[in-house]
Each structure stands twice: as structure tokens, then as C-alpha cells.
């Protein structure tokens, strides 16, 4: 069975966190591919600085790193708010036969219940769930641990066999960054190099973003 492995997140901007723990995931977990999937309006968050169209310009830069590294645009070019649901909806019919392993850090995850409709995902996809350093896995509501309780499974042939419904917990190495602190770094004009690629920090300075207001 062809299996995708997919990333969500602002991505504002892209870091080696999230490249190597796409890469880690697809290496463990041994998925076909892992597609890096930004969101285009994340409602329950802040709204992104960069804009849709240069964080997916710096996403394309960042996955000519790994040939195994992919971009989802599914969600970002969907109007308005958009929600992962509706973007594993969508995947799902396109492929209906594949295994879809969504990844999520342990920070995401905890807090699962502010997503829309965040129940049925397990519908559509595997849920992996990535240890995060400083983000231990401690779910807000007792919902979350139940879904745990009843779908977690520590056999990853099964997200082989079947194409979505299961909750894996993994640990793969990870780098303590966030794109939060990048934003800081850039702001303050402090060196990000060996966070992200050197070609997304040129983008950056180019069309000068993360400047102080
Ligand atoms: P911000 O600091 O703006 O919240 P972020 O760095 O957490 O951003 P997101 O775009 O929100 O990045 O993250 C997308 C996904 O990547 C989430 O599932 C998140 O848990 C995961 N992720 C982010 N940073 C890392 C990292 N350093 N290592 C592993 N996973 C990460």
C-alpha cells in the first residue's frame, strides 16, 4: 500500500525542526514520501506574517533539500479559514487506497480539541504523534486520552495495512527550534544560520520579513 506522510503547520518560516522530523518520520516509519502541507488561514491561531503565497515559496525551497520531502497545497489555496479536516477529507478522495499518516508534534496534539471536527481525522488518516522537546504528552481534555486509550497502537505495520484509524505514538531526534524564536532571531537581526536552509534565509532578508514593526 502506498503510504503519505503529512506535515501541517504555518510554517512561518519553515525550519530544519520541521525538515528533519519529516525526514525522521519517513526514514522510522519507512511512508513512500512526506508531504509538507502549510495552512492557509489557521483560525485558531494568530494570523501568519509571511503571507500564503511566501511560505509556500519557502517551503518549496526548503523540500529541494530531501528528495523524499514533498508540498501538500491542498489547504493554502483554499478560501478563507481553513481547517486540517477538510484537507484530509480532500486527500482522501484523491487517494482512496493509499495509507495518509498525518504528523503532529506532542504540542499540536495536547490540544487536539480546538480543532474542528477533531474526532472524525482518525477517519481519514493515522494520527503520528512526534515527542516535541519541552512539549511531553500531557492532552488538555480527557477526550484526547481516550482517543488514545482506543486507537493508539505501538505496531507500525499497521499503519501499513490500513489506511488511516490508528493513533502512533514515536520519538525520532529533534531539533529545539520553533519558528517562533526564528521570528525573534530575525526580528532582532541575530544569525539563523543552521536553523533553515540558507536559501530560505535569503528569501527572508530579500523581501524583509520578520522585521520589527
Ligand atoms: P510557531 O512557533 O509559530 O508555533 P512551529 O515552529 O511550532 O511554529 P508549526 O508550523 O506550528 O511550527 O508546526 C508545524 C508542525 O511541526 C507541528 O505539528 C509542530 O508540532 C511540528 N514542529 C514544529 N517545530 C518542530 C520541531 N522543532 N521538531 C519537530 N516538530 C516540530
Redesign the pocket.
Known amino acids: 500500500m502506498r503510504s503519505i506522510g503529512i506535515?501541517?503547520?504555518?510554517?512561518?518560516p519553515v525550519?530544519h525542526?520541521?525538515l528533519?522530523?519529516a525526514i525522521e518520520c519517513r526514514e522510522k516509519l519507512k511512508l513512500d514520501e512526506v508531504r509538507l502541507m502549510p495552512v492557509n488561514d489557521p483560525g485558531h491561531r494568530n494570523l501568519t506574517i509571511a503571507n500564503s503565497t511566501q511560505r509556500l515559496v519557502m517551503l518549496r525551497m526548503a523540500s529541494e533539500i530531501s528528495d523524499g520531502l514533498e508540498i501538500e497545497d491542498c489547504d493554502i489555496h483554499r478560501d478563507g479559514v481553513t481547517y486540517t479536516i477538510d484537507s484530509l477529507e480532500e486527500l482522501r478522495q484523491k487517494y482512496k487506497k493509499a495509507s495518509l499518516c498525518f504528523?503532529?508534534?506532542t504540542?499540536?496534539f495536547n490540544r487536539l480539541h480546538i480543532w474542528k471536527r477533531w474526532k472524525e481525522l482518525i477517519n481519514y488518516a493515522h494520527l503520528i504523534v512526534?515527542r516535541?522537546?519541552g512539549h511531553p504528552l500531557d492532552p488538555e481534555k480527557d477526550q484526547i486520552r481516550e482517543l488514545l486509550n482506543q486507537q493508539q497502537t505501538s505496531d507500525a505495520s499497521k499503519l501499513k495495512k490500513q489506511t488511516s484509524g490508528c493513533v502512533y505514538l514515536t520519538e525520532v531526534p529533534?531539533?529545539?527550534?520553533?519558528?517562533?524564536?526564528l521570528r525573534k532571531i530575525f526580528e532582532n537581526k541575530n544569525d539563523p544560520t543552521g536553523l533553515l536552509p540558507q536559501t530560505v534565509i535569503e528569501y527572508i532578508k530579500q523581501h524583509d520579513l520578520y522585521k520589527k514593526e
Open positions: 506535515l501541517g503547520g504555518t510554517f512561518d525550519h525542526g520541521h528533519r522530523a504528523i503532529l508534534g504540542d499540536s512526534v516535541r522537546p529533534m531539533i529545539d527550534i520553533s519558528a517562533t524564536r
